[in-house]
């Protein structure tokens, strides 16, 4: 059975997103995913330019938040679309470092441990992605039908069409595909996702395979194998996930910026619509819906966070392991070579917003504290 580091589900995701690269099939998902977000977003924003200065502001807020988060989803997408070289060539680097650590056993053992946990870690992202895609959400849009006046019924998502809906069976029917809209859009904010997981754990396992080889080729039971080659490996390998950090660095810098560009106004506009509806007629039905949207687009921002600070923490414990080593029992020659290793891990490697800043769980921390300092504008203003 083929093992590999990104799972069975990811790699159907990605294949249906146009993300998979150099396939007959790619040119038609993307054009699909162009035509129905586009179309989407039409709608979305003629409705938020509706109802910029009318008096239910909640409403308003939500079409900015809906809106907002799709396209992010266009954005992500269109930026991976455009690095299907890069993406490629860490496909590419995968495939390599699985027929290397095929040959032996501690590698082995490592990299399945990290396959493991990825894809438990997708099964986790993709399921709480489509639990916000729930038949829950439903329930104050089917309370809808029974009203006499069927314009007035509201919609799963906030959009102004381009006809009046006059009908049951119409309005039922456009209910129906907003549903599946959303569970497309589900899917596909999973599998990008997921993604970013998989490839930080992957780079994660390299550098713990770096880290034991460092620890056992100048142990003394070892110290006879510690030759040219060995340490050319060592340097090898090290370059390798230098080079594969990079290749994710440039796959996700600029989905991260737009990430963080948008998501503090979306939290915030969630923020606020929770505060809002305590109390009010409508409000469990709208409390179900954007409390969980609310926690899976924070979710998201600390899986952005967690994975840069992931890849930092693992990238210094090279410098660690070679300074914990035996190296100073080895030629003077040799030594110097685990001084440029040293030297080099000094530098972290890490994922950047936009080629600005890092990464950081305490990046995350400052995403929470701006949005709830305009939720409590929002709400002074209000």
């Not at 977000?37 to 910029?52: E, K, M, P, W």
């Not at 490839?199 to 070892?222: P, V, W, Y």
């Amino acid at each position: 059975m083929e093992i590999s580091t990104v799972s069975r589900v990811v790699k159907i995701g990605l294949r249906a997103c146009g993300i998979w690269p150099y396939l007959p099939t790619t040119t038609l998902y993307r054009f699909f995913w162009i035509v129905m977000l586009g179309i989407a977003q039409i709608f979305q924003y003629q409705y938020v330019v509706i109802h910029y200065n009318t008096d239910n502001f909640s409403h308003f807020m939500d079409g900015v938040s809906s809106a907002m988060t799709y396209s992010l989803l266009f954005v992500k997408l269109t930026i991976l679309w455009a690095n299907q070289r890069t993406f490629s060539d860490i496909l590419q680097m995968m495939a390599v470092d699985w027929e290397n650590c095929v040959l032996a056993d501690r590698s082995l053992r490592i990299t399945t441990d990290k396959v493991k946990l990825s894809h438990r870690f997708s099964k986790w992202i993709i399921g709480l992605q489509l639990t916000v895609i729930n038949p829950i959400q439903l329930r104050g849009t089917c309370c809808n039908i029974q009203r006499i006046n069927v314009s007035a019924r509201e919609y799963i998502l906030k959009m102004k069409l381009p006809f009046t809906v006059s009908t049951s069976p119409i309005y039922v029917l456009i209910t129906i595909l907003q549903f599946f809209y959303l569970a497309i859009y589900g899917c596909g904010i999973s599998m990008v996702n997921s993604l970013i997981v998989t490839l930080i754990l992957h780079i994660g396992g390299q550098i713990d395979i770096l880290r034991e080889c460092l620890l056992t080729a100048f142990s003394k039971n070892m110290m006879s194998t510690v030759d040219s080659i060995t340490l050319r490996t060592l340097i090898t390998k090290h370059q390798q996930i230098i080079i594969f950090s990079e290749n994710i660095e440039n796959l996700y810098t600029y989905i991260a910026l737009m990430l963080f560009v948008s998501d503090t106004p979306i939290i915030c506009c969630l923020g606020f619509i929770i505060v809002t509806s305590i109390g009010t007629t409508d409000g469990p039905a709208i409390l179900v819906r954007s409390v969980l949207f609310y926690l899976v687009m924070n979710l998201e921002a600390f899986i952005y966070c967690f994975a840069g600070e992931y890849l930092s923490a693992k990238s210094k414990m090279i410098g660690d392991a070679a300074y914990n080593s035996l190296w100073y029992d080895v030629a003077t020659k040799k030594n110097l070579i685990i001084l440029f290793i040293i030297l080099r891990s000094q530098k972290r490697l890490t994922i950047t917003i936009g080629k600005v800043m890092d990464l950081s769980l305490e990046r995350f921390t400052s995403v929470v504290k701006a949005s709830a300092s305009y939720i409590s504008v929002l709400l002074a203003m209000y």
